[in-house]
């Protein structure tokens, strides 16, 4: 069953040998993340960190820290109550492959199936845990005057030494489309700027980015809640690249098997999952941006200061019991990769439903996500790895997808050396590579312009006739099955 609180997640961690208590009080501003970059940094993403006295600027918090809780493959399937997130992929894939059932058999996998979705859709309740305490703040108290508990008293980390300041970095945040009332989860960092108002870093080409886009047309205040902790799968729908439109609390509720139960928030028009550690209520003002950074970045470097939206406070709600989850980003590998890494093994079903070809893929660590996708086909036919680079650079955020290499099927696409090998051996560069314009993750500092660039893509799988290869081409080394046997046999003596 689903985690009822991420206190009970943190407990599953611990229970199961990956979570480290770290007892001793520890500050927010800086150390924690020295900290946990060194974990994250050892073999298999180290261990979970629960900081249980964490301090703000030396002055003991009231919440423990919960950090690296998802940096792991194993901590992921934790995180998403299954033993692989392999399982998960599966039953997309047979959702996707439904058909009336011509067995018994069929019958149950389907009902199962169809039952697994109904847990898609949320109830509705009066009110949650999420509010067992409730501040609420006069929205005409200037940013200026500290009230009973605000954003100062949460134990907010500073990530990195030029940091603009202290960063929420595992933020749900919550927005409706004004015109359809489609609701949309994404995650955004932000930026505290003080006890009342932070920064909103939702990227252009994101879907908070259109619903305030339409919000600032109407020229009406825009209504946002961050959900902080509750069950991990609401963290991990919000990073998800779901479709715009594709709710990710209906995501939410098929990945946990439970239905999300949601609560009205106190002071906006806006429904969150009830068992969440902390809403931050409040609203974005039409027209009103800030500077936002320098921040320590995925990419591993620090992105430049720039405009962007302004979040105020209106309220802050949280269970008594709260613990505030977060993460760091930076140079690789480092916790989001394992979220992005499950989120490609989930959706791998759905890749491969728009290239039948399609036989594995993956982004690996060093490239930070858009940078770098190896993809692996069953080739039948001539610049069939032409079609695929394309078909990706146009579906979704892999439209960001810098460098794309594409590799025959027996080519193990999560051994990065094997790809390189097949990339450096396979390769007519002139030949073999293209290079087309596309939109570039907002993040990127290398495009001369930003959110625009330059994509490569590369075909290293082998040569069909068609592709302008004029001889034959040689065979890869394969030693025989016999003499595989043989050495098995003695080595094992
Ligand atoms: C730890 C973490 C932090 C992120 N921070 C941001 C951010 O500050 N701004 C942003 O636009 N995307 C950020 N992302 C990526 C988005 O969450 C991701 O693209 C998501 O799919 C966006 O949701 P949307 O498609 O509903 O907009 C972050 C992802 C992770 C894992």
């Known amino acids: 069953?689903?985690?009822?609180?991420?206190?009970?997640?943190?407990?599953?961690?611990?229970?199961?040998?990956?979570?480290?208590?770290?007892?001793?009080?520890?500050?927010?501003?800086?150390?924690?993340?020295?900290?946990?970059?060194?974990?994250?940094?050892?073999?298999?993403?180290?261990?979970?960190?629960?900081?249980?006295?964490?301090?703000?600027?030396?002055?003991?918090?009231?919440?423990?820290?919960?950090?690296?809780?998802?940096?792991?493959?194993?901590?992921?399937?934790?995180?998403?109550?299954?033993?692989?997130?392999?399982?998960?992929?599966?039953?997309?894939?047979?959702?996707?492959?439904?058909?009336?059932?011509?067995?018994?058999?069929?019958?149950?996998?389907?009902l199962k199936q169809g039952l697994n979705l109904l847990h898609a859709r949320p109830k509705h309740a009066k009110e949650g845990a999420c509010q067992e305490v409730v501040h609420t703040f006069d929205p005409n108290q200037t940013s200026n005057l500290k009230p009973q508990t605000s954003l100062s008293d949460l134990?907010?980390?500073?990530?990195?030494?030029?940091?603009?300041?202290?960063?929420?970095?595992?933020?749900?945040?919550?927005?409706r489309d004004p015109e359809t009332g489609a609701r949309n989860v994404g995650m955004y960092r932000m930026q505290v700027y003080d006890g009342l108002t932070t920064g909103m870093h939702w990227q252009v080409?994101?879907?908070?980015?259109?619903?305030?886009?339409?919000?600032?047309?109407?020229?009406?205040?825009?209504?946002?809640?961050?959900?902080?902790?509750?069950?991990?799968?609401?963290?991990?729908?919000?990073t998800a690249p779901l479709?715009?439109?594709?709710?990710?609390?209906?995501?939410?509720?098929f990945i946990r098997k439970k239905s999300v139960e949601l609560v009205p928030c106190k002071t906006i028009d806006l429904e969150v999952p009830g068992d969440v550690d902390f809403v931050l209520e409040g609203y974005v003002q039409p027209g009103e941006m800030r500077p936002e950074g320098p921040f320590g970045d995925h990419t591993g470097f620090y992105t430049a200061v720039e405009d962007y939206p302004v979040f105020h406070l209106a309220a802050i709600t949280h269970r008594r019991d709260a613990?505030?989850?977060?993460?760091?980003?930076?140079?690789?590998?480092?916790?989001?990769?394992?979220m992005g890494d499950a989120t490609v093994r989930i959706f791998l079903p759905v890749f491969k439903m728009n290239f039948p070809e399609l036989v594995d893929m993956t982004?690996?660590?060093?490239?930070?996500?858009?940078?770098?996708?190896?993809?692996?086909?069953?080739?039948?036919?001539?610049?069939?790895?032409?079609?695929?680079?394309h078909g990706l650079w146009g579906m979704g955020q892999m439209m960001f997808s810098k460098y794309i290499v594409v590799v025959d099927e027996d080519c193990d696409v999560h051994n990065t050396s094997e790809v390189l090998f097949r990339l450096c051996a396979n390769t007519d560069p002139e030949r073999d590579s293209t290079i087309i314009?596309?939109?570039?993750?907002?993040?990127?500092?290398?495009?001369?312009?930003?959110?625009?660039?330059?994509?490569?893509?590369?075909?290293?799988?082998?040569?069909?006739?068609?592709e302008n290869y004029h001889r034959s081409w040689p065979e890869l080394l394969k030693m025989t099955d016999e003499a595989q046997a043989i050495v098995d046999a003695l080595r094992k003596r």
């Open 1 to 110: 069953m689903a985690y009822g609180s991420f206190r009970q997640f943190v407990e599953a961690l611990d229970q199961a040998g990956e979570l480290t208590r770290i007892t001793v009080p520890v500050e927010t501003d800086l150390v924690i993340s020295e900290w946990a970059n060194r974990e994250m940094k050892s073999p298999e993403g180290g261990k979970a960190l629960l900081f249980e006295k964490p301090t703000v600027d030396g002055k003991p918090s009231q919440f423990p820290v919960a950090i690296n809780t998802m940096g792991s493959r194993r901590r992921m399937a934790i995180a998403l109550k299954l033993n692989s997130v392999e399982d998960l992929a599966q039953e997309i894939q047979l959702i996707l492959k439904a058909k009336p059932p011509t067995d018994l058999r069929e019958g149950w996998s389907l």
């Open 155 to 175: 134990p907010i980390l500073k990530c990195w030494p030029k940091d603009g300041g202290r960063f929420v970095t595992l933020p749900n945040v919550h927005t």
């Open 205 to 238: 080409h994101k879907v908070g980015a259109r619903h305030g886009k339409r919000y600032y047309e109407r020229g009406e205040r825009m209504p946002v809640a961050i959900c902080l902790g509750g069950d991990p799968a609401y963290t991990f729908a919000a």
């Open 243 to 253: 479709p715009d439109g594709l709710d990710e609390i209906l995501f939410a509720g």
């Open 323 to 338: 613990i505030y989850p977060t993460t760091i980003v930076g140079i690789p590998p480092m916790e989001d990769f394992y």
């Open 363 to 389: 982004l690996p660590p060093e490239g930070v996500f858009h940078n770098l996708v190896f993809v692996s086909i069953r080739k039948q036919y001539p610049y069939q790895a032409f079609k695929v680079m």
């Open 437 to 466: 314009r596309n939109p570039s993750d907002s993040l990127d500092h290398a495009p001369t312009s930003q959110n625009i660039g330059s994509h490569m893509g590369f075909d290293a799988t082998r040569k069909l006739p068609g």
